[in-house]
């Protein structure tokens, strides 16, 4: 029983850590996808290639501490309400990485963040969709 419980508060902490690096991997690819499409000319919307420069300008932030903190929340009650739903680790994470902007505007320092484009916020959401259902593939379903 001590054997199950230390096995689980050492792959919890694994598990969310490559949840986080499957969500930074498909923001960075898709991402970039989203920007080469946007210079090729697939888009004609120039709100849209601009929400991704932002959004790549401001990446220190989104690459800040600040990112994991609302996926750690979803972390955190999931396993404490034993939630074992992948619905809910899914629709948490794309709700968790979607909340970084807005956080990130209301503890900016000096400079201010602009709410980004619409393909940024699908950008965002599938990537924290993503993190969430490895998260509950690894970690969630047993908790």
Known sequence: MVWRTLGRLIWIPVAFLLAALLTALVVVTLGLERITQAIGGKWQDSDSLAGLYALVLQGERLLSGLTLVPALGVVIVGAAARIRSSLYYILGG?????????????????????????????????????????????AGRRA
């Open 94 to 138: 794309g709700a968790a990485v979607v909340a970084v902007p807005l956080l990130a505007s209301l503890g900016g320092t000096g400079g201010t963040l602009q709410m980004p484009a619409a393909p940024v916020w699908q950008v965002l959401a599938t990537a924290g969709f993503a993190g969430g259902w490895l998260y509950w593939l690894l």
